[in-house]
């Protein structure tokens, strides 16, 4: 079984611009969480889709933002970058029977 | 509300030596713990978990960790490190079910030939 995948790998981008990153979970899996990994401040929780809704949320401001389709692929959205969001944004894939996080290899933003 | 606390960012062993990464937990309800490794430029890859039954878990690449309600711990040990062990580890906690788990700061491991 394919693990989870998250396009672009890297990606470098200017203040002020948007960008939007993917994510493909494991096959079956129905709920895809959101990871913001920084030296500074670890590993952050962004959001948390669950059939296509937000199921839990957390502590960043509304530049970021996302959204799950039906094939349980999710998007994550970041508005306006600033020079702090470059960070490893980290994935993971969720299964209920095996209470377990399942993380791709991550997409590398780095904001100039 | 839950956390955990990864004593010592970083750890240093000779390769052959004991690894023990050290992960204290706090929990309003009995815990699902688990342990991550990340290489560098990589996501976090599941090294075992804990899901209430037996308290000595195994994982992969030797790797085991043991729970103990008493002392709410859960550290992670290898008997003999190894070179390809060197990489960021971090110890989780969840409530389980829908509960976003709640992740240390992580320990990074240095392995001195």
């Known amino acids: 079984k394919a693990g989870v995948t998250q396009t672009p790998r890297y990606l470098i981008k200017t203040r002020g611009q948007q960008v939007t990153l993917s994510c493909s979970p494991i096959?079956?899996?129905?709920?895809v969480s959101w990871y913001q990994q920084t030296p500074g401040q670890g590993l952050q929780f962004l959001f948390e889709y669950f059939s296509e809704t937000q199921r839990n949320k957390g502590n960043f401001p509304g530049r970021f933002s996302g959204r799950q389709f039906s094939n349980s692929r999710s998007e994550m959205n970041v508005s306006t970058l600033e020079l702090g969001d470059s960070a490893l944004y980290l994935c993971a894939s969720f299964l209920a029977s095996e209470e377990t996080q399942y993380f791709g290899p991550g997409t590398r933003l780095l904001v100039l | 509300a839950q956390s955990v606390t990864q004593l010592g960012s970083h750890v240093s062993v000779s390769e052959g030596a004991l690894v023990l990464l050290r992960c204290n937990y706090s929990?309003?309800?009995?815990?699902?713990l688990f342990w991550y490794v990340q290489y560098p430029n990589q996501g976090l890859q599941l090294l075992l978990k804990y899901t209430s039954a037996a308290t000595l878990v195994k994982g992969i690449n030797g790797f085991e960790a043991e729970f103990k309600k008493s002392e709410t711990s859960f550290h992670l040990t290898k008997p003999s490190a190894h070179m390809s062990d060197a990489a960021e580890y971090f110890c989780a906690v969840s409530k389980g079910g829908s509960y976003i788990p709640t992740f240390g700061r992580g320990t990074s491991l240095i392995v001195h030939p």
């Open positions: 096959s079956g899996h129905r709920s």
């Open positions: 929990s309003s309800v009995p815990p699902y």
